[in-house]
């Protein structure tokens, strides 16, 4: 009976090559247009397992390694893996609470991220508006923790004042998304409060981002971006430093302050808006940690009792 020929082994050719000598396939993928490189994992299991290797080979000899390393971290940092809580609307609504029965939905876009649309609606005059506020809230509970970072990615549309004599459009805010403490149960979320971001227009025609942040008895705004452009949307993060009660502040991955904060344990998130206008919000995410003891926590929870009683 004939014997049929030997089948070439599954350890040679291009295969053996990529896993057995790392000097010549680095060598050659030296060689390989960009796009090839990113295609060599469709080829064989073997190749799909060194590709991470390839990649930062390529990288060191194009010079490239501290960059792509940079751009790698970057990636890893803005996945998620460092927040204990992070809201991305993938299970709709669950976990949050609507405000005054405000209109809220979860917007989905081919190729877009799914985000949460809030649509304000004024109160006839501004006395009124402190018991308006149109918005969702995700309570944490009486857990004793203190933020240490927050992100979140939002956008703003329709906050352009229509008429410069009327004064709920001629101050028009909104987009907040607010960290507040326990004070602020059944209350404002500016009645205790930890910091963060809203979109006004300064009685002007343009908007500008910025955060909110107090310092005892006083609440204070600084411009973290200025010149939003309408339903493009700012990814704000925040990192909290205890030691010094600083909070650095980013938008779209360049710092834009540094600022005062007083130490308040996380009770709540609140998303809202100030006027009629339609806020989009992607992400909001928090880490946390057991809170600091010290004399501004005390103070803050004075100021923050004194205000609820107001």
């Known amino acids: 009976m004939k014997r049929s020929a030997a089948r070439p082994s599954p350890s040679t050719g291009l295969v053996a090559l990529w896993t057995q000598s790392h000097d010549v396939t680095d060598s050659v993928v030296q060689f390989l247009e960009t796009e090839a490189i990113a295609t060599l994992p469709l080829i064989a299991k073997a190749l799909r397992k060194e590709q991470q290797r390839v990649l930062f080979a390529a990288a060191r000899r194009a010079g490239a390694l501290a960059a792509c390393t940079n751009a790698f971290l970057t990636a890893l940092k803005n996945s998620g893996r460092e927040f204990d809580y992070r809201e991305t609307w993938q299970n709709g609504l669950h976990g949050w609470t609507s405000i005054r029965s405000t209109p809220i939905a979860v917007v989905t876009a081919p190729g877009d991220p799914s985000c949460v649309e809030i649509v304000g609606t004024p109160t006839p005059d501004l006395a009124g508006l402190a018991g ?95 010149d939003v452009v309408e339903g493009e949307f700012y990814v704000v993060d925040a990192t909290f430093h205890f030691d010094r009660e600083e909070v650095d502040i980013s938008v779209n991955g360049r710092h834009a302050a540094t600022l005062n904060y007083l130490p308040r344990p996380l009770d709540s998130i609140r998303l809202y808006n100030f006027s009629d206008c339609s806020s989009r919000f992607r992400e909001v995410a928090v880490s946390r940690e057991p809170r600091p003891h010290g004399p501004a926590a005390a103070a803050q929870e004075t100021v923050s009792q004194s205000r609820a009683s107001r």
């Open 132 to 226: 308006h506020f149109s918005g969702m809230e995700k309570g944490f509970g009486r857990s004793g923790l203190a933020v240490t970072r927050f992100r979140v990615c939002a956008s703003i549309s329709g906050i352009w004042p229509q008429d410069p004599n009327d004064p709920i459009g001629h101050i028009a805010a909104g987009g907040y998304a607010l960290l507040c403490g326990p004070s602020a149960r059944g209350q404002l979320a500016t009645d205790d409060f930890i910091g963060g971001i809203f979109f006004t227009n300064n009685g002007t025609s343009s908007v500008a981002l910025k955060w909110l942040y107090s310092d005892y008895e006083t609440r204070s705004r600084c411009v973290i971006y200025d």
